[in-house]
């Protein structure tokens, strides 16, 4: 009963290192999505795919790269981090659009720390 | 301004209170109405789902709608020290969970 599955939990970077945020998950969801969680800003999205071989910007996407070469996993690279990127972030996925509620499924999120 | 707009709180209140939990919102494209629960340092779940104006009970909880409005509210009633948690509201213009909009979170306190 794994759903969605982000390592690192947590994770500390020096300003300019480049890391990898990993996510999978075993529902065989089409959607999936990359979250960043801030204090007083809420969840706001940064990237997602709606299927293999496909992805779009979010709200927030500068500073993050992501692709899906499989259905179930969905990795966000941060290319070189910087102070502003420290948060919590969230993978989450979800059924197709059509005929769904809105309900992600949310990984427990990972915690990021930029020096 | 953001899309939608949630006091943060934090809100704390005495077991077997009423609590309200609101949130306003400026797109009047936005259909699909959603609350979230998030637990401390644990992803959020959905708690409710509702389509357009209207209410939407589910045990203690109940979801309102008022699209003339732009408002939404959560309302649980007998509340329990387990309903302690932060509450997000979402949004969307289309059915399903594609690139939802969040409010910022009401972090609620349940006393016992």
């Known amino acids: 009963n794994a759903g969605v599955t982000q390592t690192p939990k947590f994770q500390v970077l020096k300003t300019g290192q480049s890391m990898t945020l990993q996510c999978a998950q075993d529902?065989?969801?089409?959607?999936m999505s990359w979250y960043r969680q801030d204090p007083g800003m809420g969840l706001r999205l940064i990237h997602y795919?709606?299927?293999?071989?496909?992805?779009d910007q979010g709200e927030v996407p500068n500073g993050y790269n992501v692709s899906r070469s499989t259905t179930e996993d969905f990795p966000l690279r941060l290319l070189s981090a910087a102070p502003s990127q420290t948060s919590v972030y969230f993978c989450a996925s979800s059924y197709p659009a059509s005929g769904r509620s809105g309900e992600l499924f949310f990984g427990e999120g990972s915690r990021l720390t930029v020096l | 301004q953001k899309e939608v707009e949630q006091d943060p709180g934090p809100l704390s209140v005495p077991e077997g209170a009423i609590v309200s939990l609101n949130c306003t919102y400026s797109?009047?494209?936005?259909?699909?109405f959603m609350w979230y629960r998030q637990y401390s340092r644990k992803g959020p779940e959905l708690l409710m789902y509702t389509y357009s104006s209207g209410n939407k009970e589910d045990g203690r909880f109940t979801a309102q709608v008022d699209k003339s409005s732009k408002y939404i509210s959560l309302f649980i009633r007998d509340s329990q020290p387990s309903d302690s948690a932060t509450y997000l509201c979402a949004m969307n213009e289309i059915q399903g969970a594609q690139k939802l909009v969040f409010g910022q979170g009401t972090r609620l306190t349940i006393n016992p």
């Open positions: 529902m065989n969801h089409e959607y």
């Open positions: 795919s709606v299927g293999a071989g496909i992805t």
């Open positions: 797109n009047s494209a936005f259909q699909y």
